[in-house]
Structure formats: C-alpha cells, structure tokens
C-alpha cells in the first residue's frame, strides 16, 4: 500500500513516521509513505505555487500548473501500479468515517493533496480529483492534519501493526456503534470500583454487559447512529430490547 503526499510542508510528517503503534508498518514499507514538496513543482525563481484570486478577496488560490506538473511526476513514479485515487481534503469534502477508512485499507492507497491558502484552482479540483475528504465543520490551515489523521486510521488497519488483532475490530464505528467503557488496576479507586461483571470471568455475561454499555453510551451521545445502524439492520432483538430499557 503506498500513499503519495502532495504538501508545502512534508516536514510535518517526519515526526509522526517515526513514532507510536504505526511506525513498524511504515518502517518496514508495509505502508510506504512518499512525500512530495509542491514548490518543487513551480516554474519560476520563487518557487510560487499560489497567487491572487480573480475577481478579488481575500488570500491566495493554488496554481493548476505546478499542482498538475506535481501530480504528473508522481504517477510517473507509481507506473505500473493499480491506479491509485486523489483526494484532497476540504471543508467542502465528505465527511471522513470509519467505513471509508476500511475501504482504503483494502486499497493500493491513495494520492493526497493537502490544499493551503484560500484553495485550489477548481479546474485542477475538476480535472483531477476523485474524492474531497473532510475531518468536520471546521477549518484548518492545511490538509496536511487531515492527511495525518488517514494515514494513522487507514495504517492502524493493517495486519501486524496492532500487537493484537481484534484490537481494531472493537473500536467505536467499527460496527457502526461508539465503543463500550473499558477499566483497569487498580480495581478500587477511592469510591470507583470497576463493575463486578467484568471480574467475574463469565464470557457471556461481560459480553453482554459490554452490548448493553456500548448501546447505553451510544443511544447517549450519538442517538443518529442508533437510527442508522436500525435502518441497517445492525441491530438484533436483544439490542432492541436493551435500547428499550434505556428509555432515552
């Protein structure tokens, strides 16, 4: 799998190659990581990628041309490979989920452009990109965190990097539902006690106790994926039931 990261600032991700759970896939090309400098790209002395917008306002628009001479080179580089996808991060984008991370996973990887400034050109957005990603209704001043954020949810993913894994198999979304509490040592803490269920060594039971946190909490706070996972039918008459007693 291989990602090939369009920035003004690859200097960004050094740090993150270099530590935590995701490092032994990206050490050992599991999952290769290229970054491509985008004033490489530009065609004159100042190595402009940018300038002003027509029509006026405010900030600055990336350039098509040394966008499209960046995007050339690297699937010159990536001859002979599946094609990959481009995807730009955007305000503008759909929102990034854990399905969709779970598609990439299986993929050969992607293209990603981490826009600045005011944005992109949007001929080179209609030439070229396959997907517009975004992390929420917020703004950032790059899609380099966005890209950060994918490649460490699209990385996490792979066999062998989790030390186990059903690790990934029990995180929140990946069953369409927010994860259940977790506990630790030590077993009493001032007047917090962990739940008696889970030191019971009863399989059944603590899984049913975790169904039952993982419908409370979900029903709680994200009741919106409740009705998806409803209308999916994700959801068993046991968990219909448990949802009933929660009356919320």
Not at 23 to 52: C, F, G, K, M, P
Not at 136 to 144: N, P, R, T
Not at 179 to 192: A, T, W
């Amino acid at each position: 799998m291989r990602f090939d990261v369009l920035t003004l600032f690859p200097e960004l991700f050094d740090p993150f190659l270099r530590v935590g759970v995701t490092r032994r896939a990206y050490e050992s090309a599991q999952v290769d990581v290229r970054l491509w400098q985008l004033r490489d790209h530009a065609d004159d002395n100042y190595r402009r990628i940018d300038d002003r917008p027509y029509g006026g306002g405010p900030g600055m628009v990336m350039l098509v041309e040394p966008l499209e001479r960046a995007l050339a080179a690297v699937r010159a580089d990536r001859d002979g490979q599946q094609r990959a996808p481009l995807i730009m991060f955007s305000p503008a984008g759909a929102p990034l989920t854990q399905a969709r991370v779970q598609q990439l996973s299986r993929g050969p990887g992607a293209i990603l452009l981490c826009g600045r400034y005011e944005g992109v050109d949007q001929r080179f957005v209609d030439r070229h990109v396959d997907e517009e990603i975004s992390l929420g209704d917020f703004v950032l001043s790059g899609g380099e965190l966005p890209a950060l954020a994918l490649l460490d949810a699209v990385t996490r993913l792979q066999p062998g990097v989790l030390h186990d894994a059903a690790s990934h198999e029990q995180d929140s979304f990946s069953d369409g539902l927010l994860d259940c509490p977790h506990y630790s040592r030590p077993e009493v803490l001032g007047p917090d006690a962990v739940p008696p269920v889970l030191l019971s060594g009863h399989h059944a039971q603590i899984a049913r106790w975790r169904r039952e946190r993982q419908l409370e909490q979900t029903a709680r706070r994200r009741p919106d994926l409740i009705e998806v996972a409803r209308a999916n039918g994700r959801l068993s008459a046991a968990d219909e039931q448990m949802l009933a007693r929660f009356k919320l």
